[in-house]
């Protein structure tokens, strides 16, 4: 498999897993929950472990400004589609700027390493 492939899989797991950590977070209501708490240490350390597998590959300050801003991107998502909160237009505009500056970085940088 391509090295650069497989590094980026691995920081697309450890972006989805930062995800569920986080909303496990939510849910943990200051770790007074059992349950969500175990998931919180579980979830981040699978994220740690991936990522650090992808930075075996992709340069460090690009591989967390993708899973920082896409980190971002999604759990705004979640906290909108799942835990039903509500996101105004400053925060909208904000996400669009974040998924921009990825998209630039990562299409028009040489730094991204493909």
């Known amino acids: ?22 909303t496990l977070l939510q849910k ?3 770790f007074t929950r059992l349950l969500p708490t175990i ?12 990522l650090s597998q992808a930075l075996k590959t992709i340069p460090l300050g690009v591989a967390y400004a993708i899973w920082a801003g896409l980190g971002i991107v999604l759990t705004a998502a ?10 105004d237009l400053a925060a909208w505009v904000g996400i669009a700027m974040i998924v921009g500056g990825v998209l630039v970085m990562n299409l028009f940088s040489s730094a991204a390493g493909h």
């Open 78 to 87: 979640v906290s909108v589609i799942v835990l039903r909160q509500n996101l």
């Open 39 to 50: 998931g919180v240490a579980v979830f981040y350390i699978i994220a740690f472990f991936c």
């Open 28 to 30: 943990s209501y200051g």
């Open 1 to 22: 498999m391509n090295p650069a492939l497989a590094a980026y899989g691995a920081l697309g797991i450890a972006i989805v897993c930062e995800v569920i950590g986080s």
